[in-house]
C-alpha cells in the first residue's frame, strides 16, 4: 500500500507539471491504519533569499561588503523581480541590504550580488496613508517622506514570493513575479487616505533622466522610464548603460483620485548619485507641480500616486508588464503572463517555475542547512543572464533598434570576469540552451552596435568595459568544445579575433601599467582558448599565433623573486614591496600577486616547473590555504571573497595530490557558506559564487573552461542526481553521484566507480556527466594517497 500511494503521488505530481523530489526528509501520515511516507519538501522550499542579502561591510572586512543579493520575487533567468528596496545612494547594488531600517518602496527590475553601484531599482511602488510625500525622506530636516519602518519580524522571502509589514502605515506589502511582469498586493488599514505612490525617477544607481506616463483607461496607466549614463546607474555612469524601461500597470481599484509630480530640474544640475541623494536635490524634488486628474505627463523627475479609501484589512493589487522594447510589449507581457488579479495563482505559478529548474539537480544527505545552502545558491546561479526577449519574439538591439528572433532568447547581465569560472560551466551541464542564447546575444550585439568586439561585462547592450580580460571567448570557446554550437560561428570568431587584437597580450607579451599581472594572465587564458578554437576550425596559423601569446605570462615571471611581478613601461621591474607577494593591487585587481599567481589553469604543469616542481608547488599551495582565516572572509591568502582564487583549490588535482582538492574544497564548503545574511562572504557577482557552491558541494569543479575536464572533489551530499532535461545539446539522461559512507569526518575519497567500473582518474569530462550514468565513490576519514594520482602530474 505504501508503494502505491507513493507512485500515486508522483503520477499527480507529474500530471500537474510540479517535481518530484528526492529526499530524506519525509512527512509521514497513517492512510488505512498504516502510515505512508511521501515528500513534502520540493527544492524551492528550501530557497532562503535573505543569503548574502547584504552590502554590509564590517561584516565582510572589506569595501567589497558581502553578498548583495536581493530578496525578492523573481522567475528562473526572468526579466522582472519585484523586490524591496531600502536604500537610493552608495555602493548598495541590490537597492537592498538586510541591516537598513526603512524599505523605500518595491521596484521591478534589480541586478543580483554586483558591486560598482549598481542600476536598475526602476518604478518604485509604496503604499502610503496619510498626506502625500514625494520624496524617500533621507534628510530628517526635510521631513518624514514616503519610506516607511517596518517589521523584520514579519519579513518573509521564498522562492517567487516576498512580504513585510510596513509599521509606519500599518499596510502588509506582498510581492510575487511573472516572467515579464509582476504583482503587488497590499493589506490596509481602515483609512480615507490610502494610496499607491510611484516614484518614476527612482534609480538604485543615480535616477532616470526623462520620464513619461500616461493614464489608460480607468484602471490603468503606462509610459516609458529613460536611464541614460548622465543619470549615473551603472558604475556611476561609468558603466555607460542607457535603457529605456517600457511599462504598463493596472490597479484593482479604479483611479478617481489621482495625480503626478513633477520637479523642475535645472539643465546644469549633475543627476549622479552623490548628487541626488544629497539634500540639495531632494530639495528640488519638494518644490515639484502637483498635477490631479492628468491625461500625459513628461518630464525629467516624474511621480505618480492613486488616492482612495480602504476598509480594515482590504486588499489592493496592483500588476506591471514590463518590455525594453515598448508600452504595447509591457502591455502584452501583462496580459499574457497576469490576466487575472489572482496573487496566488501567480506566486504558485512562480514557484513551480522555480521547482523545474531547481529540480535539474536533486540532492540526499546533508543537513537542513546544507540542502538549504545548497538551493538558495542554485537559486541565485539561475536569476542571470536574463531574458529581455518579449513574448512576441522582440528585443533592443545594440543599435538601439527592435530586433525579431525566433532563433535565440536575447539575454542581458554578463558579468563575464566572474561567471565564466563556474556560473557559465555549470548552465552548460544544466541549461546549456541559455549559454547558447547569451552567446548569441554578445555576438549579435558586437554586429548590431558596429563595435566589432565582445564585451567582457555588457549590461542591457551597453558596453560598460568593467575588469579586465576576454571572458566572452572562454565562454564561447567553452561552448563549442561542449558541441553548444546554434550561434553563428563565422561572426562568433571574427569577433572574438578583434577582441583579442584589441585588448590581449600582443607583441610585448604583458600589459602596462599597472595591473600587468592580473592583465597579462588573464588575456594569456582568453589567447589559449582562442587557440583551442581556432584549431576545431582549422586555423591552423591562428591557433600557433594564439598558443605562443598564451606564454606571455612568462614575462612577468621574476625569476630572482620566484614569483609572478609587475614591471615598469620600459620594461624593468617595479620596485618589491615590503609585503612582497601579499601586496594587494600590486600590479593586480582586487587581488595581490600571491592570489593572482595561481591563474595559469590551462597549463598547469609549466607552473609548476616555474615554481620549482611540483613538490614546491603543493606545500606553498598548502601554506596558501593553512594560513587563510578559519572565516573566509576577505584575506591575502585563499580569498574566497573574490574570483581569482576560485579554482585554486582544485589545483591539487592537476599535480597528483588529489586528497588536497578533498579537503580543502570540502572545508571552503563548510566555511565559507552559511544559512545566513552573511551567508556569502563576497559579493555573489551574478551567480558566481554561488554557482561554485553548488559545483564543489556536488563534487565537481572546472579548472579551464574550455578543456571539458571537470574536477572531483569531495561531495557535501551523500547522493547528487544532475539532469538538464533533453535538449539540442543532451540526451535528458540523468547523472548521479553516490558519497558511500559519506560524514564531515569522511571527506576522502578511498576508491570509485564509474557505470560500475573501477575509475582511477580524479576528474571526468563533460561529456561523461551529460551522458548519464553513475559515479560511485567510497568515503573514508583518512586520505588514500593512491587514488586519483595521474603519472604524468609528478
Not at 561584516?59 to 523581480?81: I, N
Not at 530639495?283 to 500625459?296: D, N, P
Not at 557559465?424 to 554578445?442: E, G, R
Request: glycine fraction near 10%; aromatic fraction near 12%.
Amino acid at each position: 500500500m505504501k508503494k502505491i500511494l507513493v507512485c500515486l503521488f508522483s503520477l499527480v505530481a507529474i500530471f500537474i507539471g510540479l517535481p518530484v523530489m528526492v529526499s530524506a526528509q519525509l512527512a509521514v501520515a497513517k492512510a488505512g491504519g498504516q502510515q505512508v511516507s511521501f515528500p513534502t519538501k520540493y527544492p524551492a522550499d528550501y530557497v532562503n533569499p535573505f543569503i548574502g542579502a547584504s552590502t554590509n561591510i564590517a561584516k565582510a572586512g572589506a569595501a567589497h561588503g558581502l553578498g548583495k543579493t536581493f530578496p525578492g520575487a523573481a522567475t528562473p533567468f526572468g526579466m522582472v523581480q519585484v523586490s524591496p528596496n531600502t536604500i537610493t545612494g552608495g555602493d548598495n547594488g541590490s537597492g537592498y541590504s538586510y541591516e537598513h531600517e526603512y524599505i523605500e518602496g518595491f521596484a521591478f527590475t534589480q541586478m543580483s550580488g554586483i558591486g560598482w553601484y549598481g542600476d536598475l531599482g526602476n518604478l518604485l511602488t509604496t503604499p502610503t496613508t496619510g498626506p502625500l510625500q514625494i520624496i524617500a525622506g533621507r534628510h530628517a530636516s526635510l521631513g518624514k517622506g514616503y519610506r516607511s519602518h517596518y517589521d523584520k519580524k514579519s519579513e518573509t522571502a521564498n522562492a517567487g514570493f516576498y512580504a513585510a509589514f510596513l509599521t509606519d502605515y500599518g499596510i502588509r506589502a506582498e510581492a510575487t513575479a511573472a516572467p515579464h511582469s509582476g504583482m503587488l498586493r497590499f493589506t490596509y488599514p481602515a483609512s480615507q487616505q490610502s494610496r499607491i505612490q510611484m516614484d518614476l525617477a527612482r534609480r538604485v544607481g543615480g535616477t532616470a533622466t526623462e520620464e513619461f506616463i500616461r493614464v489608460s483607461g480607468k484602471d490603468a496607466i503606462n509610459g516609458w522610464i529613460k536611464c541614460t549614463p548622465d543619470g549615473g546607474g551603472w558604475g556611476n555612469g561609468d558603466g555607460k548603460a542607457d535603457y529605456t524601461v517600457f511599462y504598463y500597470v493596472r490597479f484593482s481599484k479604479p483611479l478617481k483620485n489621482y495625480g503626478a509630480w513633477s520637479a523642475a530640474i535645472p539643465g546644469k544640475q549633475s543627476r549622479k548619485l552623490e548628487d541626488i541623494s544629497s539634500i540639495h536635490y531632494d530639495s528640488l524634488v519638494m518644490g515639484a507641480t502637483i498635477t490631479r486628474h492628468f491625461q500625459e505627463e513628461k518630464g525629467k523627475h516624474l511621480g505618480f500616486y492613486t488616492e482612495f479609501a480602504t476598509t480594515e484589512g482590504e486588499e489592493v493589487l496592483m500588476k506591471v508588464g514590463i518590455s525594453f522594447v515598448s508600452i504595447e510589449n509591457a502591455r502584452q507581457n501583462l496580459e499574457k503572463e497576469i490576466p487575472e488579479w489572482d496573487f496566488n495563482q501567480v506566486r504558485k505559478n512562480a514557484r513551480d517555475l522555480w521547482n523545474k529548474e531547481l529540480s535539474k539537480m536533486k540532492i540526499s544527505g546533508g543537513t537542513a542547512d546544507q540542502r538549504t545552502i545548497f538551493y538558495t545558491a542554485l537559486y541565485h546561479s539561475m536569476i542571470d543572464p536574463r531574458n529581455t526577449t518579449d513574448i512576441n519574439g522582440q528585443y533592443m538591439g545594440g543599435d538601439h533598434r527592435v530586433h525579431q528572433s525566433a532563433r535565440f532568447v536575447k539575454r542581458s547581465v554578463f558579468s563575464g570576469w566572474d561567471v565564466f569560472r563556474s556560473e557559465f560551466p555549470l548552465q552548460t551541464i544544466l541549461n546549456p540552451t541559455v549559454v547558447n542564447d547569451m552567446i548569441n546575444s554578445l555576438v549579435t550585439l558586437a554586429d548590431e552596435s558596429n563595435e566589432q568586439y565582445l564585451e567582457r561585462w555588457e549590461f542591457l547592450n551597453a558596453y560598460s568595459g568593467c575588469m579586465i580580460g576576454n571572458p566572452a571567448i572562454v565562454v564561447i570557446t567553452d561552448a563549442w568544445n561542449k558541441g553548444i554550437r546554434n550561434f553563428d560561428l563565422a561572426k562568433a570568431y571574427q569577433f572574438a579575433r578583434h577582441t583579442e587584437e584589441k585588448f590581449g597580450n600582443g607583441a610585448s607579451g604583458f600589459k602596462i601599467p599597472s595591473n600587468d599581472i592580473s592583465a597579462t594572465l588573464e588575456y594569456a587564458f582568453s589567447e589559449w582558448c582562442m587557440a583551442q578554437l581556432a584549431d576545431s576550425l582549422n586555423k591552423k596559423e591562428d591557433a600557433l599565433k594564439y598558443l605562443e601569446l598564451s606564454k606571455s605570462y612568462l614575462h612577468v615571471f621574476d625569476t630572482a623573486k620566484g614569483w609572478f611581478r609587475p614591471r615598469k613601461e620600459d620594461g624593468s621591474w617595479r620596485p618589491w614591496p615590503a609585503e612582497g607577494r601579499l601586496k594587494q593591487d600590486y600590479g593586480t585587481v582586487e587581488s595581490n600577486p600571491y592570489q593572482q599567481g595561481w591563474f595559469i589553469p590551462f597549463d598547469v604543469p609549466a607552473l609548476a616547473n616555474l615554481l620549482g616542481g611540483p613538490d614546491k608547488m603543493v606545500a606553498d599551495l598548502n601554506d596558501f590555504f593553512e594560513k587563510t582565516p578559519k572565516s573566509f572572509t576577505w584575506n591575502n591568502y585563499y580569498n574566497h571573497a573574490n574570483e581569482p582564487v576560485h579554482h585554486v583549490p582544485f589545483l591539487f588535482n592537476k599535480l597528483g595530490v588529489p586528497w588536497l582538492t578533498q579537503k580543502w574544497a570540502r572545508i571552503v564548503c563548510e566555511n565559507a557558506y552559511s544559512n545566513t545574511v552573511e551567508g556569502l562572504v563576497g559579493n555573489d557577482d551574478v551567480g558566481q559564487m554561488s554557482a561554485w557552491y553548488v559545483l564543489a558541494a556536488s563534487g565537481l569543479y572546472t579548472v579551464c573552461p574550455g578543456d571539458n575536464r571537470f574536477e572531483i572533489c569531495s561531495p557535501v551530499f551523500d547522493e547528487i542526481i544532475i539532469n538538464g532535461g533533453k535538449s539540442a545539446y543532451a540526451p535528458g539522461k540523468p547523472f548521479r553521484i553516490v558519497a558511500r559512507n559519506n560524514s564531515p569526518a569522511n571527506k576522502y575519497i578511498q576508491s570509485a566507480k564509474l557505470n560500475g567500473h573501477v575509475y582511477n582518474k580524479c576528474w571526468l569530462t563533460y561529456q561523461d556527466i551529460i551522458a548519464g550514468g553513475e559515479l560511485e565513490l567510497e568515503m573514508g576519514s583518512q586520505p588514500m594517497k593512491t587514488w586519483g594520482v595521474e603519472e604524468t602530474n609528478r
